[in-house]
C-alpha cells in the first residue's frame, strides 16, 4: 500500500557488513531472510517425481533478491509540532546479481532458516533446487513480522501447517566482528539448553510419532545414548553420549549460531570447559578429520577449564557428558531445587567475566569456576508473574509496581516491553528510566569525589584525578544530552510529564546559566554552558531528575503494565513458564542489564572487558500449536 501522502519518505545506503570469515552480519541476514520470505509466493513445487508444499526455487529466490523492496512505516509525533501525528515510510532496496543472491541463500542454508526439500541433508544450495523454510526459519519470520507489523496473511498456512522452533537461543555478539562473546555466564546457558533438564533418551516410539512431535522431543536437548566399549575388564558403559555431527545439528537448529563452523567452536568451549569429552573416533586412518580449537586460559587449582579444548567434526567422533556437565545442568537435583542466586556457582560470571575471541588462536583470561553452591529453591518466574507472589509468604496481591520493578530487571521481558512502548509511541518513557538510572551510578563513582576535592580543576592533579575529571565532564555531557533528548521543549522524545516538574526543572536551569554566563535561557543547553556546571549543580540536577523518574515510573505502571501482561506476546511467554515452572529465564543467566556501565572510570583501569551472555525468545505460535497437538500417550508404547 503506497505511503500517505505527508508522509516523508526517508532513504539511506548501506553496505551490507561481512565478518573475517566472509560472511554477512547474523543480524543482517535475518533482516534479509525474513524480507525475502515476506515478499515470496511459497506454493507447491514438484521435483523428483515429488511435490513440496509452501515452498520456493532457485529462480524464484534469485528473481526475487535481484529486485526487492521493502517498505515500513512508524506513525509517531511531528518533531516540529509535537501535537500533530505523521507517518515516515522507510523503503528499504536490496539488488544482486543471481550469484550473489546463491551465495545469500547459502548463508541462509548455513544458518539452517532453510533447507533443500528433496534432501534435507544437504549443506549446499544448489541451482536448481525446492527448498523450504526450516522451524528456526519460521520463528526468526515471526520475529521480524511481529516488530514490523507485517500482516502476512499469505504466510498462515506455512505457520499452521510446519512445525517452528518454539524456544531459540541468542547469543551475544561483538559489534565491531559479529563474534559471538564467549563468558562462564554465555557457555552456561548455552550447555543448559544443548542438554536439557533432563537426559534427553528418545523414545523407542519416536519412528511412529508426526512431524510436530519429533521436533517437540528433539527440542528437549540433543539426543543421548549409552556406548559400550571393550574394556580390559570386560564392556565398558559410557553413559549420556552423542554424536559429533548430532550435536552440530542440535546447535544449528536450536541456537544463533550461523553455521557447523560456529557451532563446532562452540561445541570446542564445551570440551575447554570440561563439560563434554571424546569417547571414541573409529573414523579409518584415509578419512578426513576436521578438528576444531579454541583457546583460553585456564582456570584455578579447582577449576574444570582447561587452556585449550578441540571438537572433532567427524561422523564417527562419539562424546559424552561429564560430572561436570551433569552438575552445571542440574540433572541431579530434586525437582524444584535450584542454585541461590547469591551462591559462587550462579554467579560464577561476576567473579571470571571474559571477553573470548573463540576463534582457533584465540586466547583470553578466564577465572576459576567455583564449585562449592548450595542449593536452594529460587523463586521462579512465574511466581514474580503472578499476582499472588509474595517472598514471605504472606496474603498480598502484587501491585502492577511490583511487575515493572521486575520487568525492569529482566533483559528479556523489558526488551518485550520496549517493543510494546514502542508500538503506543512511549517508548521515551523507558529510554529516559534507563538513561537515567545509568547516569546515576556513574556519577555516583566519580563526581561526587571530584565536589569533595579541595584542589579544584585548576591545581595541579594526579593521573587518577586527571582521569576523573575528564570522567566528570563526559557526566556532564551525558546530563544534558538526557535534557536535551526528552526535557527540553520539542525535543526528540519529549516526555508527557508534570506541568510542575517542567517548570521547576526550566526555572532552575534559568538561574543557574543566567548567573555562570549572563545569558538567557532560550529551552536547550548548549556544549559551552553545559561544561560550567559544577558537580553540586549536577547533583540538583540529579534530584530533579529522579523526580521526573519517579513520575514516569508511576505512568507506566498505572497505564502501560496493565496492557502490556494482556498482550498475547507476553501470555505467550507466560504460558511457557507455567508450563515449565520457572522456563528458560530461570535456566539461562541472561546479559548483564548494568554491562555497559562502567564500575570505575575510564583511564584507572587495565582493561575493560566485554561481557557476553544469553536471551532466549519465544514463538507465540509455536506455543500454540504445541497445545492443540496431541501427544501419544505412554502407556500405548510400554
Known amino acids: 500500500m503506497p505511503p500517505p501522502a505527508e508522509a516523508p519518505q526517508a532513504t539511506s545506503s548501506h553496505m551490507m557488513k561481512t565478518t573475517k570469515r566472509g560472511r554477512p552480519f547474523l543480524k543482517d541476514t535475518l533482516d534479509l531472510f525474513a524480507t525475502l520470505v515476506v515478499s515470496l509466493e511459497l506454493t507447491t513445487n514438484r521435483q523428483y517425481f515429488r511435490t513440496f508444499p509452501n515452498s520456493f526455487t532457485t529462480d524464484d529466490a534469485a528473481r526475487n533478491l535481484a529486485s526487492l523492496k521493502f517498505s515500513q512505516s512508524n506513525r509517531g509525533p511531528d518533531p516540529r509540532e509535537p501535537s500533530r501525528i505523521v507517518t515516515t515510510t522507510t523503503t528499504t532496496t536490496f539488488s544482486m546479481t543471481r550469484d550473489m543472491a546463491k551465495a545469500m541463500c547459502q548463508q541462509f542454508m548455513d544458518a539452517r532458516l532453510i533447507e533443500n526439500a528433496a534432501d534435507p541433508g544437504s549443506n549446499l544450495f544448489k541451482e536448481r533446487g525446492v527448498y523450504v523454510l526450516t522451524p528456526k526459519g519460521l520463528h526468526v519470520l515471526e520475529r521480524f513480522m511481529s516488530k514490523n507489523g507485517i500482516n502476512g496473511d499469505h504466510l498462515a498456512r506455512v505457520f499452521s501447517s510446519q512445525p517452528i522452533c518454539m524456544k531459540l537461543l541468542h547469543l551475544e555478539r561483538r559489534s565491531v ?66 554424536a559429533a555431527v548430532t550435536a552440530l545439528e542440535w546447535l544449528c537448529d536450536f541456537t544463533s549460531v550461523i553455521g557447523r563452523e560456529e557451532a563446532a567452536e562452540m561445541a570446542a568451549q564445551f570440551v575447554r570447559f570440561g563439560l563434554i569429552t571424546l569417547v571414541s573416533d573409529k573414523r579409518k586412518n584415509n578419512d578426513s578429520a576436521i578438528i576444531f580449537t579454541v583457546r583460553g586460559a585456564a582456570g584455578g587449582a579447582n577449576s574444570s577449564i582447561s587452556q585449550h579444548g578441540e571438537f572433532r567434526c ?74 499472588s507472589y509474595d517472598p514471605e ?24 516491553f520496549r517493543d510494546f512502548l514502542r508500538s503506543n509511541f512511549c517508548e521515551e518513557n523507558l529510554s529516559f528510566y534507563l538513561d537515567v538510572q545509568d547516569f546515576k551510578k556513574s556519577f555516583s563513582t566519580t563526581s561526587s569525589a571530584i565536589a569533595a576535592n579541595p584542589a579544584g580543576r585548576g591545581a595541579k592533579s594526579t593521573p587518577g584525578q586527571l582521569a576523573m575529571e575528564k570522567h566528570h565532564e563526559a557526566l556532564i555531557q551525558k546530563a544534558f544530552v538526557i535534557y536535551n533528548t526528552y526535557l527540553a521543549p520539542s525535543s526528540q522524545s519529549e516526555l508527557n510529564i508534570d506541568h510542575g516538574l517542567r517548570n521547576e526543572l526550566s526555572g532552575y536551569l534559568s538561574d543557574v546559566i543566567q548567573s555562570l554566563t549572563g545569558k538567557t535561557f532560550q529551552g536547550r543547553v548548549e556544549l559551552e554552558q553545559a561544561n560550567a556546571f559544577n558537580a553540586t549543580q549536577l547533583q540538583t540536577m540529579i534530584r530533579l531528575y529522579e523526580r521526573i523518574q519517579t513520575h514516569v515510573f508511576r505512568l507506566m505502571a498505572t497505564d502501560s503494565v496493565p496492557k502490556f501482561i494482556k498482550t498475547p506476546r507476553f501470555l505467550a511467554l507466560k504460558i511457557k513458564l507455567v508450563e515449565e515452572d520457572d522456563g528458560p529465564l530461570a535456566d539461562f543467566p541472561l546479559m548483564n542489564s548494568s554491562a555497559s556501565t562502567p564500575t570505575v572510570p575510564p583511564g584507572l583501569e587495565a582493561s575493560e572487558e566485554e561481557v557476553g551472555g544469553a536471551y532466549v525468545t519465544i514463538s507465540q505460535r509455536a506455543v500454540t500449536q504445541e497445545r492443540t497437538q496431541e501427544r501419544p500417550p505412554a502407556t500405548e508404547h510400554r
Request: with cysteine.
Open 177 to 242: 566482528d559479529d563474534e559471538i562473546i564467549v563468558s562462564h555466564s554465555a557457555i552456561t546457558a548455552l550447555f543448559r539448553r544443548f542438554v536439557g533438564r533432563q537426559p534427553n533418551y528418545p523414545p523407542e516410539y519416536m519412528e511412529t510419532m508426526d512431524a510436530f512431535q519429533k521436533y517437540h522431543e528433539r527440542s528437549k536437548g540433543v539426543a543421548l545414548m549409552d556406548v559400550s566399549e571393550k574394556g580390559a575388564k570386560g564392556p565398558v558403559v559410557h553413559k549420556h553420549c552423542f
Open 393 to 416: 509468604k504472606k496474603a498480598h496481591k502484587e501491585s502492577n509496581t511490583d511487575r515493572l520493578k521486575f520487568i525492569m530487571e529482566e533483559p528479556q521481558l523489558r526488551a518485550l
Open 314 to 387: 567427524t561422523a564417527k567422533a562419539i562424546y559424552r557428558v561429564t560430572d561436570e556437565g551433569r552438575r552445571l545442568a542440574r540433572w541431579d537435583m530434586p525437582d524444584g531445587a535450584r542454585p541461590s542466586p547469591n551462591s559462587s556457582a550462579a554467579n560464577v560470571s561476576n567473579a571470571a567475566r571474559t571477553s573470548e575471541d573463540h576463534s582457533v588462536d584465540a586466547s583470553t583470561a578466564e577465572g576459576a569456576a567455583s564449585t562449592d553452591a548450595k542449593i536452594h529453591r529460587r523463586i521462579s518466574m512465574t511466581e514474580k508473574l503472578n499476582a
